[in-house]
């Protein structure tokens, strides 16, 4: 079975606060994803890696950036967290190819507080 | 960016009745994915419906795929309690991303 380890499952931060979540996937997918999900607004794509040390923009990428320096392994830094960045976050991975081609296999997610 | 759209947001039924929901999209895709979400966790992938097939099942599930109207429809027949769950449809933007609707909340009353 693929297993995506999302590093919390809640945290608590201050605004202003340099915030770390990390995802681990034991598949070697080479790709990761980064999503938010918010209320009525379903699941928003933050920032993508195809590859390692490769990163593609999603559509709300302002105030995050990620790091991959190894596979397995996809980080979402909020440099300075704000009160707006309060929001479920969700990690994923697909392979490129196989008979699981572009299915994205989802983390159990980090619940996020910025108070 | 939103691409697929399901409908109703949300649909509450009793135990042992079929539950169906339906997901439009704008562009044409090579195919459509439906997943499901319980509260609070991830989401986990059901079925992936490719656009030369019109018709999918997998256990309880059917999905269906009309091209010609940009919609896709997943049928959960003799729901159960367990059933629960947010359902969500991505459609392919780009080589590996989708984007995902906002949902189906489904209740199902036992």
């Known amino acids: 079975d693929v297993k995506v380890t999302q590093s919390s499952r809640y945290l608590v931060k201050r605004t202003g606060e340099k915030v770390f979540l990390e995802c681990v996937q034991d598949?070697?997918?080479?790709?990761m994803f980064w999503y938010r999900q918010d209320p009525g607004l379903g699941l928003r794509l933050i920032y993508f890696?195809?590859?390692?040390?490769?990163?593609e923009k999603g559509d709300i990428p302002e105030g995050y950036s990620v790091s991959r320096e190894k596979k397995e392994r996809f980080s979402l830094i909020l440099e300075s967290a704000s009160t707006n960045q309060t929001s479920m976050y969700l990690c994923?991975?697909?392979?490129?190819?196989?008979?699981?081609?572009?299915?994205?296999?989802f983390g159990a997610g980090t619940r996020l507080s910025v108070l | 960016s939103q691409q697929g759209e399901e409908d109703p947001q949300a649909l509450s039924i009793q135990e042992g009745e079929n539950a169906t929901m339906n997901c439009s999209y704008k562009?044409?895709?090579?195919?459509l994915q439906w997943y499901r979400q319980n509260s609070g966790r991830g989401l986990v992938h059901l079925i992936l419906?490719?656009?030369?097939?019109r018709e999918k099942h997998s256990g309880r599930l059917r999905v269906t795929l009309d091209t010609s109207k940009k919609s896709s429809s997943l049928l959960i027949t003799a729901s159960r309690a367990a059933d629960t769950a947010s359902y969500f449809c991505?459609?392919?933007?780009?080589?590996?991303?989708?984007?995902f609707g906002t949902g189906t909340r489904l209740k199902v009353l036992a």
């Open positions: 890696s195809y590859d390692v040390k490769m990163k």
């Open positions: 598949m070697d997918h080479e790709n």
């Open positions: 994923a991975s697909s392979p490129t190819g196989g008979l699981t081609k572009n299915i994205q296999y």
């Open positions: 991505a459609t392919p933007s780009g080589t590996y991303k989708y984007i």
């Open positions: 419906i490719r656009s030369n097939e």
């Open positions: 562009t044409s895709i090579n195919n």
